[in-house]
């Protein structure tokens, strides 16, 4: 049995999970929701960065996943054997660091001693590594505040100085308030979609892992072709767990506006993932820094050629 973890923030797995796809190669696959694993309490962004749920790689909870940019230098820095698969190209019009318009807060720099909102252990912790490294600051000099599910109202309230928005949310705070951004994510870090495994699934399952990646890749360019479609199954999940105000066309602008189609890993792409490794170092936010380039199965470049052009 293949068993792949999937949640709505990885929309490719996520809408592989709804398609079926995957199933006429590997029929007996397990889809196992990432959301019901040990959600335990949220992490304190001051003291450092959880696994998260790549631990469950290696407890026998599934065989492979997709994330953001964060997750597996995490999993690295607390000693986790993971190859990376594939990336995405990047996902610069996802998400950026802003304020209100009316903010006194012009510049990163202006974040001192303030308050900013993240889902601490996503992408939006090394987005604000990176951005305070451009401004000559540290973890230290900000108050980092871990949002959860609440970042747009807990930005609209006040309750946080500065937020790592993301589509859709986002579209929900734009639609109420008027914003400015502190540094946009283009030109500042790639920000992909990752997939990694266990290096003995890498090594050991390569049939099963190239299934895995052929199914993406038709199913992405599926979604590439019917974004409203897709987004519904997002807004059917969502409002199946109670979020009623869930809006299609947000989350079908966000489908629209991020690119789908898994690619092989490249230099560029580790050397980037090494850079944001030695800041969540630098930051104790991993207990030690690892070596990216590690993670790296040259056998699994073969798996993944590029992402095929749009065909019905």
């Known amino acids: 049995m293949t068993r792949v973890g999937y949640f709505p923030h990885n929309n490719s797995l996520f809408v592989l999970r709804h398609r079926g796809v995957l199933e006429r190669a590997l029929p007996d696959v397990e889809w196992v929701d990432l959301r019901d694993l040990d959600p335990g309490e949220r992490p304190d962004p001051t ?18 996943i997709g994330t953001g940019f964060t997750p597996p230098v995490t ?17 610069v019009e996802n998400g950026r660091l802003l304020v209100k318009a009316d903010s006194d807060i012009r510049s ?49 309230d006040g309750e946080i100085d500065a937020w790592a928005g993301s589509y859709p949310s986002l579209s929900g705070v734009e639609r109420r308030v008027a914003t400015r951004d502190l540094i946009a994510t283009d030109g500042l ?16 399952r390569t049939d099963e892992l190239a299934a895995i990646v052929a199914a993406l890749q038709e199913s992405d360019a599926w979604i590439r072709r019917h974004p409203r479609e897709a987004a519904e199954l997002f807004v059917a999940d969502a409002r199946e767990r ?8 947000a989350w079908e602008h966000a489908l629209r506006t991020r690119p789908f189609g898994l690619h092989p890993v490249s230099e560029e792409f580790i050397a980037e993932q090494q850079r944001a490794a030695d800041l969540l170092h630098a930051a104790s936010l991993i207990p030690t820094r690892p070596d990216v380039a590690t993670a790296v199965c040259p056998r699994i470049g073969a798996l993944v050629p590029e992402a095929p052009k749009d065909t019905e």
């Not at 993971?82 to 990047?90: G, K, L």
């Open 189 to 204: 870090f790639s920000h992909c979609s990752l997939w990694f495994t266990r290096r003995d699934f890498a090594e050991e």
């Open 47 to 64: 003291v450092g960065l959880p696994i998260a749920h790549a631990d469950h790689l290696f407890d026998g909870g599934y065989d492979f």
């Open 75 to 91: 999993a690295q820095g607390h000693g986790l054997d993971i190859v990376y698969v594939a990336t995405s190209e990047p996902r």
């Open 242 to 249: 109670g979020d009623l105000d869930s809006d299609l066309d």
């Open 108 to 156: 990163v720099s202006d974040l001192a001693g303030r308050r900013v909102g993240i889902a601490h252990g996503s992408w939006q912790t090394t987005l604000v590594l990176f951005a305070l490294e451009r401004a000559g600051l540290s973890w230290k000099d900000i108050v980092p505040v871990d949002t959860g599910v609440d970042a747009s109202r807990r930005f609209l």
